[in-house]
Nanobody
Framework: QVQLVESGGGLVQAGGSLRLSCAAS????????MGWYRQAPGKQRELVAT???????NYADSVKGRFTISRDNAKNWVYLQMNSLKPEDTAVYYC??????????????WGQGTQVTVSS
């Protein structure tokens, strides 16, 4: 299995910055892609950013130009640099790892989540 541990969340004022980190361990050789998702109170979990093993990046429209996802391949860590934070960014942020089980099936592993709160 794959284990994911997030860190870096906290309380910040609007316009500030935070950097989230996710450390992957276990069967990391099987990870195809990693990313960040978030879930605000009363809302569904949504994609924030993903990065594939080949370095392909994908961002939600709401964070483009403000957030940057990156990966340290040697250490199997993934990061999310969040700048110009807005109150609507307040959510629990989850690290995700996508693992192919077979050519027809994939499995998502999730971290425990880290709280990001942006005050006005």
């Amino acid at each position: 299995q794959v284990q994911l541990v997030e860190s870096g969340g906290g309380l910040v004022q609007a316009g500030g910055s935070l950097r989230l980190s996710c450390a992957a361990s276990g069967s990391i050789f099987r990870i195809n892609a990693m990313g960040w998702y978030r879930q605000a109170p009363g809302k569904q979990r949504e994609l924030v950013a993903t990065i594939t093993s080949g370095g392909f990046l994908n961002y939600a429209d709401s964070v483009k130009g403000r957030f940057t996802i990156s990966r340290d391949n040697a250490k199997n860590w993934v990061y999310l640099q969040m700048n110009s934070l807005k109150p609507e960014d307040t959510a629990v942020y989850y690290c995700n790892a996508n693992v192919p089980i077979s050519p027809l099936r994939k499995y998502d592993y999730w971290g425990q989540g880290t709280q990001v709160t942006v005050s006005s």
